[in-house]
């Protein structure tokens, strides 16, 4: 797979650099409508888990509290024993309620209970990077994140955790978290219609560590435009592909994590690692970023 990338300061315990192609795969789709419950079809659920790590596919971004507990389950159903060059990255920090709402966990013990059930669900004895996620649903706000940061930390320094990311953050955030602890990652809003993350963007490819933009192809609303749709017409590819394409060229940095349900929408996500967009169609896309904000 074209456009492999080491996950910049991310270490395996041996010392040697987690490598990693850039187009991993976002689990959340393993799961019901919203992430809540089963899929509809399990088996079609862990044919694309398998499809995926089979095209080169080596970084999965999932989390417990998807389903919740469902992706994680399926994930271990379909790959466990786990390939070597296998990354698979689980975030902590909140909860399902019966509702289908996403409020905050970050208690110590929150955060603690949160980390041994994504180890017990995926099978493992240790989880290769936790997402400290903060925030609201797509918004950062400016809390400090001491207190659960420390407390990842701790489980990391137990052996539990072997690198920590952060989600959902703020700059302001970032630099607190990096005072505190080796931060590989983080995992953010981000899509050619949301860039105002592109100052800490630029910030974290000076320092080689990793933006993983959530919602890269705009949520469960996808990014409507018509410069989008006429590039994907120009190009004679999807929209989505077009997005995702994109990404790739605006930072070295970025790892995708587009998820999908479908091996045919897969196979398209990641035929975009070699979909090269020309300069002026780069411009075009630029201003949706522009035109969104205004």
Not at 3 to 32: E, K, S
Not at 160 to 185: K, T, W, Y
Not at 224 to 242: D, F, I, K, N
Request: overall charge neutral; glycine content about 6%; hydrophobic content about 45%.
């Amino acid at each position: 797979m074209p456009h492999p990338a080491a996950l910049a300061g991310a270490l395996t315990p041996a010392g040697t650099p987690f490598v990693l192609n850039r187009m991993g795969y976002g689990a959340i789709q393993l799961t019901g409508p919203m992430a809540w419950g089963p899929p509809k079809d399990r088996n079609a659920a862990i044919a694309v888990l398998r499809e995926a790590v089979s095209l080169g596919v080596n970084h999965i971004d999932t989390s417990d509290y998807y389903g919740p507990r469902i992706a994680n389950e399926i994930i271990r159903e379909a790959l466990h024993p786990y390939p070597d060059n296998l990354v698979i990255v689980t975030k902590v920090g909140a909860r399902r309620d019966p509702d289908k709402s996403w409020p905050a966990a970050l208690s110590a013990r929150e955060l603690t209970d949160a980390v041994h059930d994504n180890l017990r669900r995926l099978g493992v004895e240790a989880l290769d990077i936790v997402n400290l996620r903060v925030g609201g649903a797509l918004v950062a706000n400016e809390t400090s994140i001491e207190a659960p940061l420390t407390t990842l930390v701790k489980l990391q320094e137990q052996g539990h955790i072997r690198h920590i990311g952060l989600s959902n953050i703020s700059p302001r955030q970032f630099v607190e978290g990096d005072r505190m602890a080796r931060i590989v990652c983080v995992q953010n809003h981000y899509n050619l219609a949301h860039r105002q993350d592109d100052p800490l963007i630029e910030n974290l490819a000076a320092r080689d560590i990793a933006f993983v933009p959530f919602f890269p192809l705009g949520g469960f609303r996808p990014v409507q435009s018509s410069r989008l749709e006429s590039a994907a017409a120009t190009l004679g590819v999807t929209t989505h592909q077009v997005a995702l394409a994109w990404l790739l060229q605006r930072s070295p940095n970025i790892l995708i994590i587009a998820g999908t349900s479908s091996i045919r929408h897969l196979r398209q996500n990641l035929a975009a690692a070699t979909l090269a967009l020309p300069t002026t169609v780069l411009t075009d896309l630029d201003a949706i970023g522009a035109e969104t904000a205004t």
